[in-house]
């Protein structure tokens, strides 16, 4: 065969159609001058944003650098790869996505200068942003006052809703509550030692888990602790850990500094067929840094692992993995991040506009059934119904499914647990 024979695959080309493989079925290119003839400009775009006949601009804000990059890189990769496949696509109502990419560099103030230049500098139609609680609460007066809109892609305490933001992860009473209850069901578990990263995510987190513990399953908190970001020293806790022996060690331990608690836990022998532990922070981007062999045996609580065993799954590891290699892993949150360009196109096109009020107002009752997770549909709390998953981690670092749930209605401001 010739190298002009229509049968052979450039690899580059063979890149762009797995990556394209990630696609909704239904998708086919949409030629530029039809929207634009449908979707003039003075139309769609009627609040100075950054659209022109040809291109609409968004915003990326997460820490490219930092404590928190660890974490939050893939959830930069993951959103850019669905911008490419959007524009592969054709765009959004005839026109392609052009990112303006900013760095919060693990550092809450950073986050807010880069979300008002975003939002008043360089008049982004929508954002894809945070990753900490801490980040969000500091741009969002920013969002509501400038009247802008953030996709923000990682599970969280709840207890929030806001016009500006569309919450592609989960809240806690999809992810804290389930957990809690599998577990207590599962292992007969009664006693929990309670810790996490000193901010605001995993304080919030610890109260909602308190109160479920203690006043549904009527079990003890044996222990409550709390270190900064970046704290590499877990000596002391784990002896409290080894002294009152609960039942479930419940981890809510963030960024780089799982590294160093998952290691010295192994190295002090607190072992799965020791100790139960239960986390809800670690992913397998976590794991990359962590080690599979240092959490193999504990259990994590998410709505997604890349191991899930579904058609949409299957193409987007393949199209992920195509696009930033073979070793690149996905998390919760990685894929939570994809969500977020594919949710904002498909409400922009309900809307038929880009003016954030309108995309607001149609985002509601969205669905998404290309989603790796399976399903998701838009709440009109700006949160997603989705299922919690149970994952026991293993050595090669991803996570085996032992349960999961039904489609969890999501509930922000939970009775009883504000």
């Not at 990263?197 to 399953?217: C, F, G, M, Q």
Request: charged fraction near 20%.
């Amino acid at each position: 065969m010739s190298e002009k024979d229509p049968r052979i695959v450039s690899p580059m080309r063979r890149k762009l159609m797995l990556a394209m493989g990630a696609l909704p079925v239904s998708a086919l290119p949409v030629p530029a001058f039809a929207d634009l003839k449908k979707y003039p400009t003075a139309k769609v775009n009627t609040t100075g944003l950054a659209v022109t006949d040809t291109e609409v601009v968004v915003g990326q804000l997460h820490s490219a650098t930092g404590t928190m990059a660890i974490s939050e890189m893939g959830s930069i990769q993951a959103e850019q790869l669905a911008i490419e496949q959007i524009n592969a696509m054709g765009g959004v109502l005839g026109r392609k996505i052009r990112i303006i990419q900013e760095d919060g560099a693990s550092d809450w103030p950073t986050f807010a200068e880069k979300a008002r230049k975003l939002l008043v500098n360089d008049k982004v139609a929508a954002v894809f942003g945070c990753w900490t609680s801490a980040s969000r609460k500091a741009v969002l007066p920013i969002f509501e006052k400038e009247n802008g809109l953030l996709y923000y892609p990682t599970f969280y305490e709840g207890l929030e809703q806001s016009k500006n933001v569309i919450y592609t992860g989960q809240e806690a009473t999809q992810q804290i509550i389930a957990g809690l209850d599998w577990i207590a069901k599962e292992k007969g578990a009664k006693t929990f030692y309670l810790i996490g990263s000193d901010y605001i995510w995993p304080r919030t987190s610890n109260k909602i888990a308190r109160k479920h513990i203690e006043n549904v399953l009527k079990g003890q908190v044996v222990g409550e602790e709390y270190y900064p970001l970046g704290h590499t020293q877990f000596g002391s806790l784990i002896n409290k850990i080894k002294l009152k022996k609960p039942d479930v060690v419940y981890a809510i331990v963030v960024g780089g500094s799982n590294v160093a608690f998952y290691k010295q836990l192994r190295a002090a022998g607190v072992t799965p067929d020791k100790q139960t532990l239960l986390t809800i922070s670690v992913t397998e981007d976590e794991m990359l840094g962590i080690g599979g062999e240092n959490v193999e045996g504990f259990y994590a609580a998410m709505k997604y692992f890349q191991s899930l065993d579904n058609p949409n799954n299957r193409k987007f590891v393949e199209a992920f993995k195509a696009k930033y290699g073979p070793k690149s892993v996905i998390g919760d949150v990685t894929q939570a991040a994809y969500l977020g360009p594919w949710l904002w196109k498909a409400a922009v096109e309900r809307a038929g506009s880009f003016d954030v009020d309108k995309v607001v107002a149609a985002s509601p009752g969205i669905e998404l059934k290309t989603a790796p997770e399976g399903y998701v549909k838009v709440h009109e709390n700006h949160h997603l119904w989705s299922k919690t998953r149970i994952g026991v981690a293993q050595k090669d670092g991803q996570f085996k499914v032992i349960w999961e749930s039904d489609l969890i209605e999501p509930n922000p401001f939970p009775k009883g647990y504000l």
